[in-house]
């Protein structure tokens, strides 16, 4: 049974929160061609829902799992659009939780893959750490599967440091997902900004 830690915090038990039981496949907002959820330019899907409720949390609103307006066909394919621009770098899932809302970011990245192969990456936030996923359900391992980068871990007040790239804590990690893959262990992600 989830319990919630001295920080406020919640956390799950291990395969206790099921995307089955609480997602409502909603959106709580779309941004295309935006420059601040991850490197370049990109088009970024805020899931609705999540169960974490970390203190400090930047985006309350979507951790109601009823906030925004259903995922659909049309803005599946605006996206896929958006995506088609030559700039756009890549695809975002953040929340809410991505890891909660599995069908709908499973339909969207398996549809991102097919059409574009790897040419676009795709990114996620998520309140769970690597270690947490590695035991979860088989939906989250395929969504894990779909990713080039996961920041991984739940957002900590005490830790926020502003001068971190596309994280707000120190706990949070970059993670470089078919790398750490391969290698059975952690592998972190940088960029030419970083060195």
Same mark, same amino acid.
């Given at each position: 049974?989830?319990?919630?830690?001295?920080?406020?915090?919640?956390?799950?038990?291990?395969?206790?929160?099921?995307?089955?039981?609480?997602?409502? #496949?909603?959106?709580?907002?779309?941004?295309?061609?935006?420059?601040?959820?991850?490197p370049?330019?990109?088009?970024a899907?805020?899931?609705?829902?999540?169960?974490f409720?970390?203190?400090?949390?930047?985006?309350?609103?979507?951790? #109601?799992?009823?906030?925004g307006?259903?995922?659909?066909?049309?803005?599946?394919?605006?996206?896929?659009?958006?995506?088609?621009?030559?700039?756009?770098?890549?695809?975002?899932?953040?929340?809410?939780?991505?890891?909660?809302?599995?069908?709908?970011?499973?339909?969207?990245?398996?549809?991102?893959?097919?059409?574009?192969?790897?040419?676009?990456?795709?990114?996620?936030?998520?309140?769970?750490?690597?270690?947490?996923?590695?035991?979860?359900?088989?939906?989250?391992q395929?969504?894990?599967?779909?990713?080039?980068?996961?920041?991984?871990?739940r957002?900590?007040?005490?830790?926020?440091?502003?001068?971190?790239?596309?994280?707000?804590?120190?706990?949070?990690?970059?993670?470089?997902?078919?790398?750490?893959?391969?290698?059975?262990?952690?592998?972190?992600?940088?960029?030419?900004?970083?060195n």
């Amino acid at each position: 049974m989830s319990k919630k830690l001295a920080n406020g915090i919640t956390v799950p038990d291990r395969q206790e929160w099921q995307s089955d039981d609480l997602s409502e #496949n909603y959106v709580a907002d779309y941004k295309p061609f935006t420059m601040v959820d991850g490197p370049g330019v990109r088009c970024a899907i805020y899931l609705s829902g999540c169960k974490f409720l970390c203190p400090g949390c930047y985006n309350v609103v979507a951790q #109601n799992f009823h906030y925004g307006s259903p995922y659909t066909q049309a803005l599946e394919d605006q996206i896929i659009a958006d995506l088609r621009q030559p700039y756009v770098q890549g695809l975002t899932l953040l929340g809410g939780e991505p890891f909660l809302n599995t069908a709908v970011a499973l339909k969207l990245t398996r549809r991102v893959r097919a059409e574009f192969g790897t040419t676009k990456d795709i990114w996620s936030w998520t309140g769970y750490t690597w270690e947490e996923l590695a035991e979860e359900t088989p939906d989250k391992q395929a969504l894990l599967n779909e990713l080039d980068v996961l920041v991984d871990g739940r957002f900590v007040q005490a830790l926020m440091d502003l001068s971190l790239r596309f994280r707000g804590s120190s706990n949070q990690k970059m993670i470089d997902v078919p790398s750490s893959l391969a290698a059975h262990e952690i592998v972190l992600w940088s960029d030419a900004y970083d060195n």
